[in-house]
């Protein structure tokens, strides 16, 4: 019985210990947040694993958390939910089923995952394109493009952009009602990355009339120039993003090799005779005193110029929206930023938001103080969050206002 008792003991202490997490102590719902944070870092221990083992490959164990969140695609008495695809890419349509006055607004939405995972079926996410849909009375397409590791750059960006362009001709605009004066682009994340890109490349292609009214980017990766910014450096573990997995993200988006990863993580993936672009990462200029925090900027570090030549696509304005020129962002839509404090994106965001604004674009940058990355899709039962529910209304509102 003795035994039994130390060996229960054992065992709870250890769970205890994994689940266990520092919390910052102006975050809500503290055992909320451990409970999410260890359920995710055992599926990538897991992952890990079965990735050493040659049993799987690591994202793609990883994405057992997309399958395990898939729901069909079911309509209700406010939307009208269906697949269907756009350009050859599949996409979840939601079209709301209350009358009109006129032409309906639209959201493009393009889910997060670091290019790796998610989809527009996951339960979060149908959740939010169903919310925004019923709430705005609007259109939303949720696009499904290709992930990595199967697909690398530039295929991501290029299935959304067809979808949108697609869905941008006036004929199809007509067909479902959209007002083409009233278009969003939006995403979280990866998909904020994706967004940014969108917004940016529709700019310079003569082939799309509409002009996006806005767009919306939800604590949004921007740029693989330096990943040793004071938020990588503050947030290097906080949940749910490490910068290490953030690393890796970044550099299967672009090829599914080691060395790459290694050097990104190390942040020495870049080499000198790109130095010119540091200048549109440079935190001492471009993040507000407060985030800088007691962080001193010390200049960019250097890398063979070995990985660039080999993928190219690292300094590929369209992979990395914040290397844009001023003059391109001059150009750019009503602008909506999210970011979070306790996130390595935080200052990719910030960033963006100080150059937009100096470039004359109207830009809203609304920051969470108290949020972690991904925190806008905890809003559902068993590990909805007071502070996710807080984000979603915070950007539908936006949305509501200004679209």
Same mark, same amino acid.
């Given at each position: 019985m003795g035994a039994r008792l130390l060996c229960l003991f054992l065992a709870s202490a250890l769970v205890a210990y994994y689940i266990y997490t520092p919390i910052p102590e102006d975050m809500g719902e503290p055992w909320k947040v451990m409970f999410i944070s260890a359920?995710?870092?055992?599926?990538?221990? *897991?992952a890990g694993?079965?990735?050493? *083992?040659?049993?799987?490959?690591?994202?793609?164990? *990883?994405?057992?958390?997309?399958a395990a969140e898939y729901v069909a695609p079911t309509s209700d008495e406010n939307v009208t939910v269906t697949d269907t695809e756009f350009s050859n890419v599949a996409v979840r349509l939601y079209l709301p089923r209350r009358a009109a006055d006129g032409l309906r607004r639209a959201v493009l939405y393009f889910h997060g995952g670091g290019w790796c995972l998610g989809q527009a079926?996951? $339960?979060?996410?149908?959740?939010?394109? $169903?919310?925004?849909? +019923?709430?705005? +009375?609007a259109v939303v397409v949720s696009a499904n493009y290709r992930l990595a590791p199967k697909y690398h750059f530039p295929v991501q960006f290029e299935d959304v952009y067809s979808v949108t362009k697609f869905f941008l001709q006036s004929s199809v605009l007509s067909q479902y009602g959209v007002d083409p004066d009233r278009v969003c682009v939006a995403g979280d994340s990866a998909g904020g990355n994706l967004a940014a890109a969108v917004a940016q490349q529709l700019l310079e292609d003569s082939e799309v009339k509409t002009k996006l009214k806005a767009q919306a980017l939800i604590y949004p990766a921007l740029q693989a120039l330096d990943l040793n910014l004071p938020s990588y450096q503050a947030n290097e573990n906080k949940p749910l993003l490490s910068k290490l997995l953030m690393a890796r993200f970044w550099s299967e988006y672009f090829a599914s090799d080691p060395s790459l990863w290694e050097a990104i993580a190390s942040n020495r993936h870049v080499p000198a005779e790109a130095s010119h672009l540091f200048q549109f990462v440079n935190w001492s200029n471009l993040l507000p005193e407060e985030l800088k925090k007691d962080h001193v900027y010390a200049g960019p570090s250097y890398g063979s110029s070995e990985l660039v030549q080999k993928y190219p696509g690292l300094l590929d304005v369209r992979a990395a929206p914040l290397l844009a020129s001023d003059? $391109? =962002?001059?150009? =750019?839509p009503l602008s909506y930023i999210l970011t979070c404090e306790h996130d390595v994106l935080r200052d990719d965001g910030a960033m963006y938001a100080e150059r937009l604004r100096a470039a004359g674009v109207p830009v809203t940058h609304d920051h969470a103080q108290d949020a972690f990355h991904g925190a806008m899709t905890f809003v559902l039962s068993p590990v909805n969050l007071a502070v996710?529910? $807080? =984000?979603? +209304?915070?950007?539908?509102?936006w949305l509501n206002e200004n679209l």
């Open positions: 359920s995710f870092r055992a599926i990538g221990h *897991l694993a079965a990735e050493q *083992l040659g049993l799987v490959h690591y994202m793609e164990a *990883l994405m057992l958390i997309t079926g996951m $339960r979060s996410y149908d959740h939010l394109a $169903r919310w925004t849909s +019923n709430s705005l +009375n003059a $391109r =962002l001059r150009g =750019l996710g529910h $807080r =984000l979603l +209304n915070r950007y539908v509102e």
